[in-house]
């Protein structure tokens, strides 16, 4: 191991194969596709069971590659559950509870960044605390609320405590906080609202948090489990993707089709992954602001 | 709301806080109010419940004062005293290995995508972080299979090294370490992400002064990464505790506690006794004691880390 920081002189070296790669570096990049392979493996299993045939997936001992791939499975898996009910319901919810999110956290975070008010600390440090509790400690009062509300065994009680959040406050504060004073005064003395000020102002000059906040609400809601499988009381028809896949397991403990299993699994975790390529480069700074600013 | 710019009349200062004040109560009513009746208070109803005999399926007038009963109960030597002690037990083994794991693989996996001698850290970066995506359920629905004692593949793989075939979940010896290794899949990936943002902060001039030192590679780790990477690594472990103890998933849609309560963890336990069985004083008692358990461990590290910070200065 010759030196940690390279200047870009030797990473150019790497791309010509008439240079020989130090040892070090071999190591590293072995080292570098282990790692990834590792992480990848359970996916790329994933996949390839979907495509199998029901007898390939029996097979002792197990089959790497389908001899044959086919989409069969996929047909198959919405005849076994209401694959497209529960991916619209898996939508509504993710949709409403990011949008909302967005919302009250630029809010939030606008009047905790911009403010002076009083007990405003204590507020933001009571808001924060909540983000550091495990949701079943609320759960069983939780679920008697949103009884009393009338929400129970319907879409608008998975979707409606999860309207705010205490992360995309903190998120927003962070980032709000760094937008200039004087953009703000400007937008006063030219008559603006508060609110006019916050979304037509504000929101687009921290546009870089809400599409990490976006990424991160949507992807947290659509892969929730705990709270819809509780609020929703067996009422099958509001069911997300999520316990549907549940469900079909259930199911294929008699029928041994584990490829159906595996092409439920591929579609539902398909929207929140694709998010992530798309939008990952925000996902990665906000976790990063979140950790080292914190 | 409203411009405060257009009040001329009053001082400026007093209207500029006064409207503030009432911006603010706007700014701040959505949010607060939802945090507010949908965690806040259900959380002051859980210490309430705690020390009530409540059914969930009633409403809370009907719940009946019965002092600390309900904590005597859970630690009981009767039946729901032991199923409550094995699942507190199994929590806090299960999130000691999740942190105990995670933890040193991620400032691992962080030093790989971090540095600059070899191409592909950021292409790393992001296949470990995909998995952090992956909805939970579908991540113990492919492990389950994974683990399959004849038709997975791991156990073939084991095979091939010379390792023999192990039980993984089906056996009360094995299960609660196969349900730590598909967490630390799923998550650690996002632990790389935040020991990646620690060692950006660590500044290159201290690695160069060591180099000028004769330091090697791995007394430079030790005196200066590890050390600098403190406070990284005490957030990374708080976070890492409070996931560690929401586990549901694998145990709801795998295990259902089994086999012999190996994996009854608190979540899954806490939502069957005070959900399913509809006992809301008891599943109360049993999750403000995980409170307390989580502050007291949490609590715990920080008088730890501060301790070591004490000694190396």
């Known amino acids: ?294 | 709301m409203g411009g405060y710019w257009g009040t001329q009349a009053r001082d400026e200062h007093t209207s500029m806080h006064s409207t503030q004040h009432r911006s603010a109560i706007t700014m701040l009513a959505p949010a607060t109010g939802l945090i507010g009746v949908f965690i806040l208070l259900p959380m002051l109803l859980t210490i309430w419940l705690s020390f009530q005999s409540w059914s969930t399926q009633t409403g809370f007038e009907t719940a009946t004062f019965v002092g600390i009963q309900n904590f005597i109960d859970i630690f009981a030597s009767n039946s729901v005293g032991r199923d409550f002690k094995a699942a507190l037990v199994n929590t806090a083994i299960y999130t000691v290995l999740s942190v105990a794991i995670i933890l040193p693989l991620s400032v691992l996996l962080g030093l790989l995508v971090h540095q600059k001698l070899a191409p592909g850290g950021v292409f790393l970066r992001t296949v470990l972080f995909s998995t952090y995506m992956v909805p939970m359920i579908a991540v113990a629905l492919v492990f389950s299979k994974l683990y399959s004692p004849t038709e997975g593949p791991l156990n073939q793989i084991l095979g091939w090294i010379g390792i023999p075939p192990q039980t993984w979940l089906s056996s009360p010896q094995t299960a609660l370490v196969s349900i730590v290794l598909l967490n630390v899949w799923q998550q650690v990936g996002y632990f790389t992400v935040l020991a990646v943002a620690g060692l950006t902060q660590i500044p290159d001039s201290l690695y160069e002064a060591a180099r000028i030192d004769g330091a090697n590679p791995v007394q430079r780790f030790f005196a200066i990464t590890l050390p600098l990477l403190g406070n990284t690594l005490l957030f990374s472990a708080v976070i890492c505790i409070i996931n560690a103890v929401q586990v549901f998933e694998p145990v709801a849609l795998i295990t259902q506690g089994g086999p012999v309560n190996a994996t009854n963890v608190l979540t899954f336990h806490i939502r069957r006794v005070g959900i399913e069985r509809a006992q809301g004083g008891l599943g109360s008692a049993m999750a403000v004691t995980l409170m307390l358990a989580l502050i007291v461990a949490i609590a715990a590290l920080f008088a730890f880390a501060r301790s070591r910070e004490g000694k190396t200065q």
């Open chain 1, 1 to 294: 191991m010759t030196a940690t920081t390279v200047p870009a002189a030797d990473r150019r070296v790497l791309a010509r194969p008439r240079h020989r790669a130090t040892p070090v570096q071999a190591l590293l990049v072995l080292a570098i596709i282990a790692a990834a392979v590792i992480a990848a493996f359970p996916l790329a299993w994933m996949i390839l069971t979907s495509l199998k045939t029901p007898q390939e997936t029996m097979q002792v001992p197990p089959v790497w590659l389908p001899a044959s791939p086919n989409l069969d499975a996929y047909a198959q898996v919405s005849d076994v559950v209401s694959l497209g009910r529960s991916f619209w319901n898996s939508a509504i919810i993710a949709l409403t509870t990011t949008a909302a999110i967005i919302v009250t956290s630029l809010m939030a975070g606008y009047a905790f960044a911009k403010y002076e008010f009083r007990y405003k600390e204590a507020l933001f440090g009571l808001l924060i605390a909540t983000m550091f509790l495990p949701p079943i400690v609320t759960l069983i009062p939780l679920y008697r609320i949103t009884g009393y509300l009338g929400l129970n065994a319907s879409l608008a009680g998975v979707v409606v405590p999860n309207l705010a959040n205490a992360f995309g406050i903190f998120l927003m504060r962070q980032f709000i906080k760094g937008v200039p004073d004087e953009l703000i005064e400007a937008a006063r003395v030219d008559g603006a609202s508060e609110l006019r000020v916050l979304f037509q102002i504000v929101a687009p000059a921290v546009m870089p948090a809400i599409a990490a906040l976006v990424l991160f609400a949507f992807v947290y809601h659509w892969n929730s489990y705990l709270w819809p499988l509780t609020v929703l009381q067996g009422n099958a028809e509001q069911y997300p993707i999520v316990i549907s896949l549940s469900r079909l397991l259930s199911y294929n403990r008699g029928a041994m089709n584990t490829g159906l299993v595996m092409a439920g699994a591929t579609l539902a975790v398909l929207p929140p992954v694709l998010l992530f390529v798309i939008l990952q480069r925000f996902f990665v700074d906000s976790v990063v602001a979140s950790g080292v600013k914190g």
